[in-house]
């Protein structure tokens, strides 16, 4: 921290408390708490029970989080792949090139992930490509939405990147691909698995697109705990919110371990 006293020092972390209490853990611990609960006694959950995630853990609720790690796992490959991509290629592009490149991924984020959903919607409801009613709409819809983090971080990443070791490997008459593939991609491995876990994070819980894309039989975690809330079952919904929340922690751990061992490499 940038306080140089003590006493300033527990001043900041009193402030940081204050502040990460009440906006950030307390509504967590609070759905937490309502997961073990089966009804409201004042202002707290009670009535101790585990029946809720009895419920949350098979089911449709279990198919529901499958169908979320699966449209998440495809979704954040294909977006750390188009997005590395697209990084790697707007080096050579200029800065206007570049720019015009940036502002077409950032697009999908500047605007309500409702209207990425119209839109893809009304795209591939006919033929020749028609998704409609299929599972491919809603990876296609969450691979939209997160590219445009993939692809800021890899560029990120880029920018910091030593030119001297793929100057180094060109002048001893590594070909282009060999540079790519054995020198600037391992440097960037750190920041890719850590773009990889945003965007599986960000997928695991977009919520708005997806309601409007998705078919019967593919149905996101999200979409059922919001289903389930939504008919009156907050403790139920609660329940299936802290399994959410701990798949998608579990995945992020692995991640960052991958991401510390890359790191060291």
């Known amino acids: 921290m940038l306080v140089h006293s003590k006493s300033g020092r527990w001043a900041a972390w009193a402030g940081f408390a204050v502040l990460f209490l009440p906006l950030f853990a307390l509504p967590l611990l609070v759905v937490v708490a309502a997961s073990f609960?089966?009804?409201w006694s004042g202002a707290f959950p009670s009535g101790p029970t585990t029946g809720n995630y009895?419920?949350?853990?098979?089911?449709?609720?279990?198919?529901?989080?499958?169908?979320?790690?699966?449209?998440?796992?495809?979704?954040?490959?294909?977006?750390?792949?188009?997005?590395?991509?697209?990084?790697?290629?707007?080096?050579?592009?200029?800065?206007?090139?570049?720019?015009?490149?940036?502002?077409?991924?950032?697009?999908?984020?500047?605007?309500?992930?409702?209207?990425?959903?119209?839109?893809?919607?009304v795209a591939f409801s006919r033929p020749p490509v028609l998704l409609n009613g299929t599972s491919g709409i809603v990876v296609l819809a969450h691979t939209i939405l997160v590219t445009a983090f993939a692809y800021q971080s890899v560029s990120a990443a880029m920018i910091r990147l030593d030119p001297a070791y793929e100057q180094a490997a060109a002048s001893l008459g590594a070909r282009p691909s060999y540079v790519l593939w054995r020198v600037r991609l391992p440097l960037l491995l750190p920041s890719l698995t850590a773009a990889a876990g945003l965007c599986f994070a960000l997928s695991m819980g977009e919520l708005s697109a997806t309601m409007m894309l998705y078919p019967p039989d593919w149905v996101p975690l999200p979409v059922r705990i919001f289903t389930a809330t939504d008919r009156g079952s907050l403790f139920g919904g609660s329940a299936v919110a802290v399994v959410l929340m701990a798949a998608t922690l579990l995945v992020l751990l692995a991640v960052g371990r991958v991401r510390t061992r890359a790191s060291y490499r």
């Open 54 to 121: 009895a419920a949350a853990v098979r089911g449709e609720s279990l198919q529901a989080l499958t169908t979320s790690l699966v449209t998440a796992l495809v979704a954040s490959l294909l977006a750390l792949t188009v997005g590395t991509w697209a990084a790697l290629a707007a080096g050579g592009l200029g800065k206007r090139g570049k720019r015009a490149l940036d502002a077409l991924f950032v697009l999908p984020v500047a605007v309500p992930s409702v209207v990425v959903g119209l839109a893809v919607l």
């Open 37 to 39: 609960a089966t009804h």
